[in-house]
């Protein structure tokens, strides 16, 4: 529809997350599961998993900025932050570039700390993934 496109017919989404759907519902036809149910709740099952590298970052970056202590709390809350398991299975482009975000945010940090160039080389290929899935970022 007109929402969604330009003037120019260029689609104004993202087409990284499209095909990753797209090569997660390839690969599950090619396993020989076909029913919608089951394609759906595959789906969102792989992004519950990816969304648990939100939490696994959320405590690298606050250890490395702050206390091991500090680093618990923030993980605890990110994980039992009441809309994350809502939010984080579904496809939406806000929460599939959270992971990205924030691994590139650790590796940057991390690489100015450690002087260390390919970390932040790293870093910055990370965020362009961020920003491949969402622009606004």
């Known amino acids: ?6 003037k120019f017919g260029v689609d104004i989404r993202s087409m990284f997350l499209r095909t990753v759907v797209w090569m997660e519902m390839w690969v599950l ?18 992004q519950g998993l990816i969304s648990l590298i939100t939490i696994t970052y ?13 680093a618990f709390y923030s993980a605890l809350l990110c994980a039992t932050w009441f809309f994350m398991p809502f939010v984080t299975t579904r496809t939406l482009i ?12 650790y590796y940057a940090v991390f690489s100015v700390n450690q002087q260390k160039r390919k ?3 790293l870093s910055g290929v990370l965020l362009s993934f961020a920003f491949m899935i969402r622009f606004q970022v």
């Open 1 to 6: 529809g007109e929402l969604w496109e330009s």
């Open 29 to 46: 036809k090619r396993l020989g599961i076909v029913d919608p149910v089951w394609v759906v709740r595959t789906i969102h099952f792989v």
């Open 58 to 70: 959320c405590y690298k970056f606050t250890e490395l900025i702050s206390s091991k202590r500090a």
């Open 94 to 105: 806000e929460s599939m570039s959270m992971p990205f975000l924030l691994m590139s945010l």
């Open 119 to 121: 970390l932040a080389f």
